[in-house]
């Protein structure tokens, strides 16, 4: 079955970097999309970043500039490098795979199928 293993989170001060990975089993990773999700304690899950199979990439407004995504399909391995982390940034963060809905809304979270089980990133001011 498929399995997303998300790792890389932690504590860090306003103006601070962290990477996340994304470890995938169970699937063919080269041949899907990938993406990036977030939920803070009260909000509803949204997108942060998508990567196609093809390595074109999307990004919510409120990363642009600051968060990089990426992907290392030898190593099955989806990334996510957050730089200039601001308070606001503080939530779980998912990867997900198998998009199942159109590709400009990737930003939905009802529009993927799998999903890993997190890790905590926490930003202080």
């Known amino acids: 079955q498929v399995q997303l293993v998300e790792s890389g989170g932690g504590s860090v001060q306003s103006g601070g970097s962290l990477r996340l990975s994304c470890t995938a089993s169970g699937l063919t990773f080269a041949t899907y999309s990938m993406a990036w999700f977030r939920q803070a304690p009260g909000k509803e899950r949204e997108g942060v970043s998508c990567?196609?199979?093809?390595?074109?990439?999307s990004y919510a407004d409120s990363v642009k500039g600051r968060f990089t995504i990426s992907r290392d399909n030898a190593k099955n391995t989806l990334y996510l490098q957050m730089n200039n982390l601001k308070p606001d940034d503080t939530a779980m963060y998912y990867c997900?795979?198998?998009?199942?809905?159109?590709?400009?809304?990737?930003?939905?979270?009802?529009?993927?199928?799998?999903w890993g089980q997190g890790t905590q990133v926490t930003v202080s001011s």
């Open positions: 990567i196609s199979r093809s390595g074109s990439t």
């Open positions: 997900a795979t198998n998009l199942v809905g159109s590709y400009s809304r990737w930003w939905s979270p009802s529009n993927w199928r799998y």
